[in-house]
DNA sequence: AATGAATGAGTCTTCATTCAT
DNA sequence: CATGAATGAAGACTCATTCAT
């Protein structure tokens, strides 16, 4: 009898359970069989979902990226147009807004980013991913700032966040949201405010 | 042919082998075949030397955070104590100095930070490396900070060439060295005036 | 093809190619792969049974205990309660009933029994098996005997036993089991009426 | 400059440390490179003096033929040649003589006698020696019993002696050589006076 | 739709042996 | 004479995938 939505149903249940299994055994031992144990239910129905292995990985990552998407364009949906500060916040807080699904998210995410290096399918999900947040970075700061000085803008704080949010995953026991998120807001500030103390860049 | 020293000369070739192949595999699908194979040699030499293919990763992972270790260290030995500025700007320089092992030695990098995370042996050097930096960076910063404002200065600052250099490694065929450098030792700069501007904070 | 109950069908198989196997090789030279070839499935399937060879081992000398405890049990249910020579005829036919089993059993036992050495594992099942035959001996000796004779008729009995039967195995094709059989009953006779030639202990 | 008589002193000095090795670890797990450590030399030298680890193997199980052979031969030289009871006695104490080497040689023997199963070169070796044992105890027997009685007779006592010795390797902790000589006398007495007792045979 | 039995390629590791020095 | 570096075959084990039911 085939259930009308089962399928929705079952994917959503090995996605979530990769992510578990993810979180608790790391990507390299992430087996089919762990992930299949984890859902409660047999091995061979993934090849059957998502064709393989590979299709589930890169589906969980699709999720993991969606979900950071729609943290940040919903903060962003309730931020007036004109308000570059606003943005670049909602950005922000997007990014650690992560961290609700915490260690596990994190751990997924990193693992994603070392796996795409070799891996084309999740390189290009990955790529897009990256390029939509630093464009939209590099858009707010050109409304204040000349291009290049934009540029260098966005490009550190897309970099900021990732290393703050890296060294949380890496020491997920010492990581502090708050802190990290006061120290990218003072970045942010400090880029759309430097030409007032344009004199401390000297070097 | 038992040559006296061959040890050392099989252990450093293996081990660049291990740094060639993760770079182009990946950890995950870094084997000793395709190690063995690089080097020149048959698989069952690395166990031979390095007692299995764990304690070759190990090793070469330890060879990675030395050379990184010895860039700061030849940089912060040209400068004088009390120059604050000229010890932050040697870590940073030391840091982005990696980029002359390239994208071999930042993915292999970014690999071990990932594999670490479930690999106590790994964790514990990547540990010990990071605090170092870390308490490098924040006494510097508290040279001339208040105890909070020079740990998320430290923080922020380690974040950030953290950040810089991963989305390096991400992302090689875009990766501006200069920029980086640029961009981090603005942040430190900005980070010991901020006394100055420290009305931009607010938020 | 998952048809319910294939686990038992399967694990007699191994465990049948396993005894096989070991009395064609020994059980030095017995490997998985032989003994998978031996059943006609593939290698892979013992560990998914059995865990890893160690486990399929094991298994194979639980049966083997088995069969031996179960060809005793069976002669003994067959004895009056107050039967001492019967009781321990039937310990001794059910020991030599072993060579249904034949060349293969003795060779399995011996191996294991060597094995059982250096593998505390399989040194537990073979102490607990061992045990019982010597204190089952001893409490049919007791019940004739004076403590100290009837420890000494037990360990005569079942070294004799043990001794015998050893040398078939060495020796197949000059084990005579009526002569085994013989001997050991009149041993066991003997040693049940000694008080009437105690002169013949002197020495 | 090649030493003379270093061949007879390594030869011995590697079958030392075989039997050493096997007592530690099992013959299974008996490898060249253990014994070599365990000499003190390096593992090559063993083909070179041995043509391989099967040659030290069946060097090593000769040694441990000739001891006994040795032992029990020194006894009956030392016994009057019409004293049957002597000389049988003889025999026994020369088998339970062994025990001076203890478990290290008990263990070695039976990995023998299990291995000789399955290695011809090994089986004649054990082969040989056990025929000198029995048709020695059935020369002695055959002197004051019927030839099958005699042969029944020393078909037993060597099963027993065997089985004692057996059950001595497998459980070292509670092997009691004195009880195992008493045990086996006993049964040699019992068999030459057998006919006194003829009585109690029946059954 | 779902199972789980079964496979076979691939992994790491061990080990006896060879050989240049 | 002796070493120990090096090999390559063989071992146990894992795992993604397939498929009959």
Redesign the pocket.
Known sequence: M??IG??QI?RRQLIDATLVTIDHFGLE?T???RIAKSAG????????YFG???GLIEATMREVLSQLSAAVAERRRATAHHDVEGHINAIIEGNFDRSQVSESAMKTWLAFWVSSMHRPQLKRLQSVNDRRLFSNLCYQFSRRLPPDKARDAARGLAALIDGLWLRGALMPERFDVDAALRIARHFANEQLHSCDSQAALAQ
């Open positions: 085939p259930k089962m399928e079952r031992d087996t089919i069989a239910v047999s091995a061979g129905i993934i090849s059957h393989g292995k590979d």
